[in-house]
């Protein structure tokens, strides 16, 4: 997905042009005081953390719709209605190409988990077999509190360091998108 009207940026704002590229859709689903996250494990490389979402397609009506698509995907899941809480930018290339710095775009979601059942997880990675040398999914519920999340290694680390900072306003968050007050 591109951007209509590109920016102009960088120390010759008239030369290089910012584009976003790719839009995710992610959620801190939050349940009890603990966060609901995918243990990637990946041959030949270090286990890792990521939370549940993911591509904003070009049939989604908008980000939320993309969001509650990627939580039925990965989770079979639900969630209340999400609170943007993040916004990550990052470049996709080292430098601009052209004139034009690619940028990936991660809107992150604050939302309370209401329902799960992993038997109807419906994304790519869990339906088509040659996705399977791609590694696992599984969900691990980690606690709430800078200790425990301070000891996985959640991607991205700018995310990372962000739930780590804001754990209780993140529960908070999470109740309030459960009663439908913003």
Not at 47 to 53: A, F, M, Q, R
Request: proline share 7%; with cysteine.
């Amino acid at each position: 997905m591109t951007q209509a009207d590109p920016r102009p940026v960088g120390d010759d704002p008239a030369s290089v042009r910012e584009v976003v590229v790719r839009r995710s859709a992610r959620v801190l689903a939050v349940n009890d005081g603990r966060l609901a996250l995918l243990r990637r494990t990946r041959p030949g490389m270090p286990v890792y953390y990521v939370t549940p979402g993911g591509k904003v397609e070009e049939d989604d009506a908008d980000v939320v719709a993309a969001l509650h698509r990627e939580v039925r995907e990965e989770l079979g899941g639900v969630i209340t209605d999400p609170v943007q809480v993040f916004l990550l930018t990052e470049r996709i290339d080292d430098g601009p190409v052209d004139g034009v710095r690619r940028l990936r775009v991660q809107h992150i979601f604050a939302a309370e988990l209401v329902s799960y059942d992993l038997s109807a997880r419906s994304g790519p990675e869990f339906t088509e077999p040659e996705m399977a040398v791609k590694g696992t999914y599984d969900l691990e519920w980690v606690p709430l509190v800078p200790e425990r999340l301070g000891a996985i290694h959640l991607r991205a680390p700018e995310l990372a360091e962000y739930v780590i900072r804001n754990c209780a306003a993140l529960a908070a968050e999470a109740r309030r998108s459960a009663t439908g007050r913003h």
